[in-house]
């Protein structure tokens, strides 16, 4: 299951690219049913590159991912390697997509996450998954916007 999500940012995407990697996320939102409330991303080696590890905080728990692409300030992309989420039982894989495109009063990012669940009544699953990733896409890029528009 693929879940798109695109803005647009009043900044350059030069400004935009640090956040997919070190941003801390404080604007107000709200979570419900269980879906994790990001908290931070950040680059635990301290470089990015391909191979490089990325965190994703939040707070209930920390996804570990892999650098799969990094072509500042253009494209990342990124595969979850584990997790200590409840959820982890019920997810296969998740692999993100962050595309950053030059659009005349900004950048337009888009964000394409990819899941596949695992188990029994896995398309329910993805289905539940779908409306808190959403959720999460739409949180994040509140708080990319309040950072790079500032």
């Not at 419900?32 to 080696?45: A, M, N």
């Not at 892999?66 to 894989?93: A, G, N, R, Y």
């Not at 009063?105 to 998954?129: D, M, Q, S």
Request: hydrophobic share 35%; charged share 25%.
């Amino acid at each position: 299951m693929k879940i798109r999500t695109s803005t647009t940012i009043k900044a350059s995407r030069e400004r935009l690219w640090p956040l997919l990697t070190n941003s801390e996320m404080n604007a107000p939102g709200s979570f419900c049913l269980g879906v994790p409330r990001p908290v931070e991303c950040r680059l635990p080696d301290g470089e990015g590159a391909v191979g490089a590890s990325r965190q994703c905080v939040s707070d209930r728990g920390v996804v570990n991912q892999e650098i799969t692409c990094w072509l500042p300030p253009d494209q990342l992309q990124f595969k979850m390697i584990d997790t200590d989420h409840d959820w982890s039982p019920c997810v296969e894989s998740i692999t993100e997509q962050f595309d950053l495109e030059d659009v005349n009063n900004g950048t337009r990012i888009t964000r394409t996450t990819t899941l596949r669940a695992k188990g029994y009544f896995r398309l329910l699953k993805e289905f539940g998954f779908y409306f808190g990733l959403k959720r999460v896409h739409y949180f994040v890029f509140k708080n990319w916007r309040r950072s790079a528009e500032t």
